[in-house]
């Protein structure tokens, strides 16, 4: 089966540490990302990849730091700098086609406390 | 200039209605929007997309109406189930410029279909 996979579907953490979100494609695609969505908030992105080993902050990667060693792998940590952690975190990637499209995983849910 | 605005932000509709979710954008270098669904505590999944060329795009129950003079576009969901109900995303990207062809996402339908 191809598809995007992200672990743990849901994650708990105390305040101060830092964690790292999984996620895996096999569909070969160069391009990965990371979304945080929060209610109402819709999808921001805080991370991307267009390429083994490099990567870009998107619009809101304050308290986030990724890295792109392999190309079916984008790993998504989450600092303690990170004010207000808790959200739900979507990873995808892009066929890099004429149209586009862009791939979701199933998101994990990170509860910090 | 970079936003996408999507309206209403809640939405119900009697079983076998038509749903309609509207989006308005600014930058004219968007060549690409897609609509994307949402069931709670899933990943979105892309729905149907269209590029400025076309007027219209129909796919199944699911319709895009683009207009590019008013830079709008919407989604016409027609004879609504209730299986549709769940969260709708518009987008568009541009691969010229500095965005890369990254998506920028409307704030989010919710659909309730009544049965």
């Known amino acids: 089966d191809g598809g995007i996979t992200q672990s743990p579907k849901y994650l708990f953490r105390k305040e101060g540490q830092n964690v790292t979100l999984s996620c895996e494609q096999n569909?070969?695609?160069?391009?990965m990302y990371w979304y945080r969505q929060d209610p109402g908030q819709g999808l921001r992105l805080i991370y991307y990849s267009q390429i083994v080993n490099d990567f870009q902050k998107g619009d809101i990667a304050e308290g986030y730091s990724v890295s792109r060693e392999k190309k079916e792998s984008f790993p998504l940590t989450v600092t303690s700098a990170q004010k207000n952690p808790t959200a739900f975190y979507l990873c995808?990637?892009?066929?890099?086609?004429?149209?586009?499209?862009?791939?979701f995983g199933p998101g994990t849910r990170l509860t910090v406390t | 200039q970079q936003q996408v605005k999507q309206s209403p932000q809640s939405l119900i509709v009697q079983k076998g209605g038509i749903s309609i979710i509207n989006c308005a954008y600014e930058n004219t270098a968007f060549d690409y929007f897609p609509w994307y669904q949402q069931f709670p505590g899933k990943g979105p999944a892309l729905l149907i997309a269209i590029r400025p060329d076309v007027s219209e795009k129909k796919e199944g129950r699911f319709t895009i109406s683009f207009n590019k003079s008013a830079k709008q576009f919407s989604l016409h969901i027609m004879d609504s189930q209730p299986g549709d109900s769940a969260t709708y995303f518009c987008a568009a990207s541009s691969n010229y410029g500095g965005s890369q062809g990254n998506l920028i996402f409307g704030k989010g339908t919710k659909l309730s279909v009544k049965p």
């Open positions: 569909l070969n695609h160069d391009a």
């Open positions: 995808a990637s892009t066929d890099g086609g004429g149209m586009r499209k862009q791939y």
